[in-house]
Nanobody, 127 residues
Framework: VQLQASGGGLVQAGGSLRLSCAAS????????LGWFRQAPGKEREFVAS???????AYSDSVKGRFTISRDNAKNTVPLQMNSLKLEDTAVYYC??????????????????????WGQGTQVTVSS
């Protein structure tokens, strides 16, 4: 599976961006999918995930502002980011995790369990 993240850029605080992750090589319909981010000098952190059934989970820092979804027909995973804050500045990565690491409600938030990773896309929020 190859994952390609796109959609990053520079945006003012309070603005919106829509990231997308396109999967190729094989279908990811049976995988859980997630977004992570890593700011300079910090560890990679969980942002959001969606199970193969479409159930979503979010970190507390983005809940209510970000929305993850999946389109199994197109093999894509969009991440809609609204009300962006300075602290959202980071490189954002999409990743795929095998279904048995997901409960009915959400997938694991441990990045070490994610098997496939995209290359990352930079999101910079300015004041």
């Amino acid at each position: 599976v190859q994952l390609q993240a796109s959609g990053g850029g520079l945006v003012q605080a309070g603005g919106s961006l829509r990231l997308s992750c396109a999967a190729s090589g094989r279908t990811v319909s049976s995988y859980g999918l997630g977004w992570f981010r890593q700011a300079p000098g910090k560890e990679r952190e969980f942002v959001a995930s969606v199970t193969y059934r479409g159930n979503t989970a979010y970190s507390d820092s983005v809940k209510g502002r970000f929305t993850i979804s999946r389109d199994n027909a197109k093999n894509t995973v969009p991440l809609q980011m609204n009300s962006l804050k300075l602290e959202d500045t980071a490189v954002y990565y999409c990743a795929a995790i095998r279904g048995f690491y997901c409960s009915v409600y959400e997938c694991s938030r441990d990045p070490a369990l994610y098997e496939y990773w995209g290359q990352g896309t930079q999101v910079t929020v300015s004041s």
